[in-house]
């Protein structure tokens, strides 16, 4: 039985430092304001600081996100955590395809993360960056493609489970 396991994160330089940017550029204005603010109401003091609270919660968001990725005798398995508590499985008996390819993040899916693509033939995307997916057609016609920084090593899994995967196609 062979397993592949796979964790990905946001990591790229362009989001942390526009992130950071972001941070400093609030954290700035909400201090330049602070002397006026100070002498307002507690509501007034909050929304002030809303901006640098919103972009201390979308980093803490983007340094927890992960996406991990399973894949065993039983099926696929995809989670993006912290917006999926549970692993979901796709099971072998419910694909008609699955193969590894090169994708486009902006213009097949508007760019990376959870993604439904405007082409009804694209279907749904979980990525993180990059431009190689795991691309599952089910049998119902539906289509999931997740990212992966390791298609080798998934290809050599993949390979493995072909026969479970081909004796389900229509």
Same mark, same amino acid.
């Given at each position: 039985?062979?397993?592949?396991? $796979?964790?990905?994160?946001?990591?790229?330089?362009?989001?942390?430092?526009?992130?950071?940017?972001?941070?400093?550029?609030?954290? &700035?204005?909400?201090?330049?304001?602070?002397?006026? =603010?100070?002498?307002?109401?507690?509501?007034?003091?909050?929304?002030?600081?809303?901006?640098?609270?919103? =972009?201390?919660?979308?980093?803490? #968001?983007?340094?927890?996100?992960?996406?991990?990725?399973?894949?065993?005798?039983?099926?696929?398995?995809?989670?993006?955590?912290?917006?999926?508590?549970?692993?979901? #499985?796709?099971?072998?008996?419910?694909?008609?395809?699955?193969?590894?390819?090169?994708?486009?993040?902006?213009?097949? @899916?508007?760019?990376?993360? &959870?993604? @439904?693509?405007?082409? &009804?033939?694209?279907?749904?995307? @979980?990525?993180?960056?990059? /431009?190689?997916?795991?691309?599952?057609?089910?049998? /119902?016609?539906?289509? &999931?493609?997740?990212?992966?920084?390791?298609?080798?090593? #998934?290809?050599?899994?993949? /390979?493995?489970?072909?026969?479970? =995967? /081909?004796?389900? $196609?229509?």
């Amino acid at each position: 039985m062979k397993v592949f396991i $796979e964790e990905q994160k946001f990591t790229q330089p362009l989001v942390i430092i526009g992130l950071a940017i972001a941070f400093i550029v609030v954290g &700035i204005t909400s201090y330049n304001e602070w002397v006026t =603010i100070s002498e307002g109401t507690i509501s007034k003091k909050l929304s002030s600081l809303s901006g640098l609270i919103i =972009i201390l919660l979308v980093g803490l #968001l983007f340094l927890k996100i992960k996406l991990k990725t399973r894949v065993d005798e039983k099926g696929i398995y995809y989670q993006y955590f912290p917006l999926h508590l549970s692993y979901k #499985l796709i099971t072998w008996k419910s694909m008609s395809k699955c193969y590894t390819r090169k994708y486009d993040g902006i213009s097949e @899916f508007g760019g990376w993360g &959870i993604k @439904f693509s405007f082409n &009804i033939n694209k279907g749904k995307s @979980f990525t993180t960056k990059g /431009n190689i997916g795991l691309q599952i057609e089910l049998t /119902n016609g539906n289509k &999931i493609l997740i990212g992966t920084q390791k298609e080798e090593e #998934l290809q050599r899994v993949l /390979n493995s489970y072909q026969d479970k =995967i /081909n004796s389900h $196609e229509n």
